[in-house]
């Protein structure tokens, strides 16, 4: 049974597309811990990121730190915080937060529900910003 990121990159399930390249997308979380929080994901379906062969590896880290540039571009935050966790989606997927402390990365602090428009506007941000830094790879 397909993940449900694998789900979402199928179109199956709605998703807030900021980065489309044939390896790698990513988009914005159903439940942020800040405005931006963003999560790059490999198409192909890995459980475990210890798993991803090298190559895709590299791709997906070399992703994120393209779209955590976008996410510095549109969001106030001291650093763009990382993370993979891995165990609520078995589908290797690195999260990234605009913050200003330790404390933005505490999933006790999810937004659950976050306003659609806000989510929207977010993305449509993420998005020009990916654009003005050159990345053609920001989807529409």
């Not at 199956?12 to 390249?21: L, N």
């Not at 989510?119 to 830094?133: I, K, Y």
Request: glycine content about 6%; aromatic content about 6%.
């Amino acid at each position: 049974m397909p993940s449900v990121f694998s789900r979402v990159i199928a179109g199956e399930i709605p998703g807030r597309f900021v980065w489309k390249d044939p390896d790698v997308v990513a988009f914005l979380t159903i439940a942020p811990l800040k405005t931006g929080h963003t999560l790059v994901v490999p198409r192909r379906e890995v459980d475990h990121w210890i798993d991803l062969d090298p190559a895709l590896a590299a791709k997906v880290f070399a992703v994120s730190q393209s779209v955590a540039r976008g996410i510095a571009k549109a969001f106030p935050c001291t650093k763009v915080g990382v993370m993979v966790a891995g165990l609520e989606v078995p589908h290797v997927h690195v999260h990234l937060v605009p913050i200003a402390d330790l404390g933005d990365l505490d999933f006790a602090r999810q937004d659950r529900n976050p306003d659609p428009r806000a989510m929207d506007d977010a993305a449509a941000r993420l998005r020009a910003a990916l654009r003005a830094l050159g990345y053609a790879e920001s989807s529409a």
